[in-house]
């Protein structure tokens, strides 16, 4: 049973790779957040450290994150030993789960051209200025430092950055979706002038490895299945704003029971396998009730694929992309979740409540009430 919660993690860090480089947030200002940008630009290289815990679980799980332009990544989970390495502009993943000596190696379709090109400074600068604060000068284990606090979706956050340099020295982020399960996150131990070798970010799978090769594609109906996983774990009306974070906490949802301080071991198997089996049907399942590693692995392709299409969404349709679903439940027919308006278009893609999709003309789209203007964020001086 242990392997097969083992082997959930390895398919769901797949997508979480995916997710992280996709949209990972960082920090954009026309003050110290310009300044910062202007001392990464040329940075070519960067390593740092991603902490992440979550209520109730008594370990956190720690990974090394490697960087190198243009657009490569590797990632490296010690304790769940998986090592994740990505090709961007490649359109490649591969990931070595170390325990079982398998490689999963993933050709990445259908991405946007914005995410394939994109360098380390791309990866900060998406945090939007207009929902963070500078809160002062502050110590930080001995370093002077400017601190900021700042919203990114279903995310709060805190960033420290070194006020000599311009430079990040730590990033603190907290799930907001459910104060039961919340997750933290956390990235410091950044070095800006480390000297990878380019051996860090090989693709050549170790000997011995058993192989399995999938392809992911960033299409629509990707990102709907994942909306449809989404109303299915949660019971809940879709949230009034839907982000990489709620992406993410799918992760939360299959493998964390509610109260798992005070639930075995074997409890939470069986939690993880019912709520697999929710998600998969009895597909899912081999004759002996377990669940099949060819259903996990397509889970983790859709979902990945979701995930990508969801950047899609939000860089290349940006300007007619929309999320309208806050307080729409699952199998609502009439209610939209979101829509978009595909490049020579003449109508808008429509998500429904029910997971349908149609084809919607400008004028017969819902009118949704504009948000009320939030204060003016207070910057550094």
């Known amino acids: 049973m242990k392997l097969m919660r083992y082997g ?21 200002s026309q003050t110290a957040f310009a300044d910062m940008m202007e001392q990464v630009r040329d940075v070519q290289m960067l390593s740092f450290t991603l902490t992440v815990e979550r209520e109730g679980e008594d370990e956190p799980v720690f990974m090394q994150v490697y960087a190198m332009n243009p657009g490569r990544y590797r990632l490296e989970a010690d304790t769940m030993g998986i090592v994740q390495i990505m090709d961007m502009q490649e359109g490649r993943m591969v990931t070595l789960v170390g325990g079982q000596n398998k490689a999963i190696i993933m050709t990445l379709e259908g991405m946007p051209e914005s995410v394939m090109n994109q360098d380390i400074v791309a990866q900060f600068s998406q945090l939007d200025e207009d929902h963070s604060q500078y809160t002062g000068e502050e110590d930080l284990d001995g370093i002077n430092t400017h601190h900021y606090t700042f919203e990114q979706g279903p995310m709060i956050g805190e960033l420290w950055m070194n006020a000599a340099t311009n430079l990040p020295v730590k990033i603190e982020m907290t799930s907001m979706i459910d104060e039961a399960s919340q997750t933290f996150i956390t990235m410091d131990n950044f070095n800006w002038s480390v000297d990878l070798d380019p051996a860090l970010f090989s693709m ?19 990102f709907v299945y994942v909306l449809k996983i989404w109303g299915t ?11 990489s974070g709620h992406l993410a906490y799918l992760n939360a949802m299959l493998l964390q029971p509610p109260d798992s301080e005070n639930t075995t071991q074997e409890e939470i198997e069986a939690w993880v396998v019912e709520k697999l089996t929710s998600v998969l049907g009895e597909d899912g399942l081999d004759e002996d009730g377990n669940l099949r590693e ?36 699952a199998g609502d027919a009439q209610s939209p979740l979101c829509w978009w308006q595909p490049e020579d278009s003449d109508t808008y893609r429509v998500v429904y409540g029910d997971f349908s999709i149609r084809d919607v003309a400008p004028e017969d789209l819902p009118d949704i009430p504009e948000p009320e203007p939030e204060s003016e964020p207070q910057l550094q001086p």
């Open 8 to 28: 959930v993690a390895a398919a769901l860090a797949i997508a979480a790779g995916i997710a992280l480089v996709l949209t990972q947030g960082g920090f954009n």
């Open 204 to 222: 050549e799978i170790p000997e011995g490895y058993e192989r399995l090769e999938l392809d992911v594609v960033a299409g629509e109906d990707s």
């Open 233 to 243: 774990l949660s019971n809940e009306p879709f949230p009034a704003d839907f982000g």
């Open 294 to 329: 060819e259903a996990l692995m397509e889970f983790s392709t859709e979902i990945a694929g979701g995930a990508m299409f969801f950047a899609t969404l939000g860089q290349e349709y940006a300007d007619t992309w929309r999320w309208v679903g806050g307080g729409v439940s």
